[in-house]
């Protein structure tokens, strides 16, 4: 076990938090689990008798109010000493590990380390109730088999894949930071620190803590530390609707949620991890949401290249113009069709020759002819009727698959519901353009 030798300081971080209402769950309160952890929390300071934990259709295991929550309402008020950060661990028998190694290790490494050695402790750790509560697994891509993440829409692919590849390198490069741990476990430090043990330590950090900022200490690499790992705080599922504000009181010493819109009795109480679009709440937190209004679909540039003519003479002065000036990232459509960062991509490349020198125009947004407009949507369409034919043949093989692969059905549902709501945009957008054209 590490034991915890003290508390420090952490600093204040204002946070964007939401809360909503939806159908009412099935209470599970009364499991042994959940009862350990309320009991754990009261012996930290922290009572609470306005939420419990429930089972929601839709979002699974989330907290319910159990009376009617008015805007300006505190709805949490977490103890400093039931937060889980960094500070914690360099108070434990780990943090001298910590201090004594170089190069410094990642204030992430050290929680997810520490995570690892206390799940093993079992239940010799302080944070068992916490620990017992926490998903045995996760959803995210980079746990899923190389074949379903091939199924996702560019550029999250790519971005899985770059995810996986850096927590494969923190693994290797961990290595030897582990072997010095060998004191403090009973039996080979490789079979408690292995790769699939990093796995679910970095995805419970990544999908769990709360925006903490904390000081730079001497012991950690030049990594910002921003985590604070929040017991039956982190229950709170995500909804993209009303904000309210969420930080640590520098005189309570508590991380509190203050509602900022009503909530009736019975209801589900919701967070927001930010204005995020289905790729990025897929990517680090492993789910998808229907109809958020955050989502669009991203137009790869090799979309762009396949559906430009190829006769045009100017077309790598045009791509180098718009690469430039930033006009080759983040094209996208939405639900309101494409975005204004797109059309003028579109524009710029539609350009005829005599119109070229007018280029610097088109990049603040005028009007250079009519024939430029009509191209620019005609374009557009093109590459809309492009990513909604790619987006059906994924549904379809997915469709395939989820009867072939039934062991990685629950993967295959999440990339399937993502290309679902993928496809809705698009088809919103081809309408909107349909009718310009």
Known sequence: MLRNKGRTCRARKRRKLIVTSTHSGV??????????LKKWLKHRGFEDNTLKTAHFPGTG?????????????RIIALPERCLLTTGVVLESDLGEYIKNWKPPVSPLLALSTYLIAEKYAGDQSQWKPYLDVLPSSYTCPVCWDHSTVTLLPE?????AQEQRTCLQELYTSSLPFFSSLQPLFPESVERILNYEALLWAWCTVNTRTV????????????EVDLYALAPYLDLLNHSPTVQV??????RSRCYEITAGSSCRKFEQ???CYGPHDNQRLLLEYGFVVSQNPHSVVYVPTAVLLQNVSKTDKQLNKK??????HAFLENLTFGIDGPSWKLLVALKLLCLEAEEFMCWKKVLIGERISDGNEKKAVALAIRICLHLIEDTCDAIEKISSLKGEKVDLKDQLTLVEQL??????????????????G
């Not at 550029?155 to 971005?159: A, D, H, S, W």
């Not at 504000?245 to 520098?250: G, I, K, R, S, V």
């Not at 791509?319 to 430039?324: A, D, F, N, Q, V």
């Open 419 to 436: 290309r679902l709501e993928d496809l809705s945009i698009l088809q919103a957008s081809r309408e909107i353009l349909q009718n310009l």
């Open 269 to 271: 109480v919701f967070i």
């Open 155 to 159: 550029p999250l692919r790519g971005k």
């Open 319 to 324: 791509l180098s113009l718009l690469k430039e």
């Open 61 to 73: 295991r989330g907290l319910l109010a159990t009376k009617s929550l008015q805007a300006g309402e």
């Open 245 to 250: 504000n969420a930080a640590f009181n520098q």
């Open 27 to 36: 209470n599970q309160s009364h499991k042994l689990e959940h009862i350990q």
């Open 211 to 222: 925006y903490m900022k904390h000081p730079h200490r001497e012991w950690f690499s030049k």
